[in-house]
């Protein structure tokens, strides 16, 4: 009974020194496939200093979008406010007004001009801040031309001189 109570023991102590050889080397093991050093790390750029130049582009591409689209909105508003405007009723009639009054004194001023009886000879007149003079001149030769001058409000002074009695495109009605 002795020898099979020494079989019992040593069978005992060799299953627990199996169990303790097997924690060990576990341990060990496990040790060795997870050891690792913990590192922390912010991800946002503005903390951590890695690549902090590409996150400070980046900002600012956003912000110049950001600016320049609402330029290019606030551009856009004005320009539709102000096509808007230009295409009331009121605004069309006083361009129509405008233009057919200037069209009616541009015809006078060259019937004046060029009329053979009783033309005027000379004259001046202010049109939107710039004087305009005009005077019929006889050559020596009897030839007669219109000069025109143009002065604008900067003073800048611009002169036409126009041949009377050339470059007709037809005959008047008298025969002339």
Do not use: C, W
Not at 82 to 94: G, H, L, P, S, V
Not at 158 to 173: A, C, H, K, M
Request: net charge neutral.
């Amino acid at each position: 009974m002795n020898i099979e109570k020494d079989k019992d023991k040593n069978n005992a102590m060799r299953v627990q020194m199996k169990i303790k050889l097997l924690v060990v080397a576990s341990v060990f093991i496990s040790g060795l496939a997870y050891t690792d050093e913990i590192k922390f790390g912010f991800k946002n750029p503005a903390f951590s200093g890695r690549g902090t130049g590409a996150h400070y582009l980046t900002i600012e591409n956003q912000e110049h979008s950001r600016k320049k689209a609402i330029k290019d909105a606030l551009e856009s508003a004005k320009a539709a406010a102000q096509r808007e405007a230009d295409n009331t009723t009121k605004a069309k009639f006083i361009r129509n007004l405008e233009s057919r009054i200037y069209a009616r004194m541009s015809k006078q001023l060259v019937e004046s001009m060029f009329s053979n009886d009783g033309s005027v000879r000379y004259g001046s007149f202010a049109l939107e801040g710039n004087i305009v003079t005009y005077e019929v001149i006889t050559n020596s030769d009897g030839t007669e031309f219109i000069k025109i001058t143009l002065v604008d409000s900067d003073g800048t002074e611009t002169i036409i001189e126009i041949p009377v009695g050339s470059g007709n495109f037809s005959q008047d009605g008298d025969g002339g």
